[in-house]
C-alpha cells in the first residue's frame, strides 16, 4: 500500500513539474535598431581670434563707433583669459556744442584707445536650436579685467566688467555678443570722477 502510495505522488509531482515547464512564458530579447548619431567635430584648440565692431558710449563725449581685436585662451571648458585691443574716435561735448566757447581738445586728443587682460567664466553653457535638426553650443559668460585706456592726451588706468554670449557656429567659427563697462577716472572737465564708458558689440572669432 505504501509502495503504491509512493507511486501515485511521484507521478503527480512529476505531471505538475511538466505541466509547470510549459507555463513558464519564454524570455524574448528585443531586437533594438541602433541609431547612427554624428556627434559634432567641435574643434579642440584652446586658442581664439577675432575682430569686433560696434558702439562706445564715453561719459560727457557721445555715441562713437569703435574697433577692436580680441585674443583668447581658453584654460578650461568654463575659464578663459582674454586680451583685448580698441580704439575709437570721440565727438565734441554738449557744452562745446551748445556755447560756442573753444575746443577742449585737440582731434588728436579725440582719439580714444584702450587694451586690457580680463578673465572670463562661461556661466550658462548650453545649446541653441534652429529648426528640428540643428543644435549649435552657446555660452553665457561673465568677464572683468584690467588694463589702460588713453584719451585726451593721458593714460588711465581702466576696470571693465562685462557680460557677453557665445554662438559656436562652426566647429571653428563662432559668433559674440558682448556688453562691457570701461570704468576710469578723469579731471577732464574740472572734477575728478569716475567715468562709465559702455560698449556693446558684436564680433566673429576663430578658434586654432
Do not use: W
Request: net charge negative; hydrophobic share 40%; proline share 2%.
Amino acid at each position: 500500500m505504501e509502495s503504491r502510495f509512493r507511486i501515485l505522488f511521484l507521478t503527480f509531482f512529476a505531471l505538475l513539474c511538466h505541466t509547470t515547464a510549459f507555463a513558464t512564458p519564454q524570455v524574448v530579447n528585443p531586437e533594438v535598431e541602433r541609431r547612427e548619431i554624428d556627434i559634432a567635430a567641435i574643434d579642440t584648440e584652446e586658442f581664439e581670434i577675432g575682430l569686433y565692431g560696434g558702439l562706445l558710449s564715453v561719459e560727457d563725449f557721445g555715441v562713437n563707433s569703435v574697433l577692436g581685436l580680441r585674443f583668447a585662451y581658453h584654460i578650461s571648458p568654463a575659464i578663459f583669459v582674454e586680451a583685448a585691443y580698441a580704439r575709437s574716435t570721440t565727438t565734441k561735448t554738449s557744452y562745446e556744442r551748445l556755447s560756442g566757447a573753444a575746443a577742449l581738445l585737440t582731434d588728436r586728443e579725440r582719439e580714444l584707445d584702450y587694451y586690457n587682460v580680463s578673465f572670463g567664466y562661461n556661466l550658462l553653457p548650453g545649446e541653441a536650436f534652429i529648426g528640428r535638426h540643428r543644435a549649435y553650443n552657446t555660452a553665457l559668460y561673465l568677464i572683468s579685467g584690467i588694463g589702460n585706456t588713453r584719451f585726451a592726451g593721458n593714460d588711465h588706468r581702466t576696470i571693465n566688467l562685462g557680460v557677453g554670449y557665445r554662438f559656436l557656429l562652426t566647429d571653428s567659427i563662432a559668433l559674440h555678443l558682448d556688453a562691457r563697462d570701461y570704468m576710469f577716472e578723469t579731471d577732464l572737465l574740472g572734477e575728478n570722477k569716475r567715468t562709465h564708458n559702455l560698449e556693446t558689440s558684436g564680433s566673429v572669432t576663430v578658434y586654432f
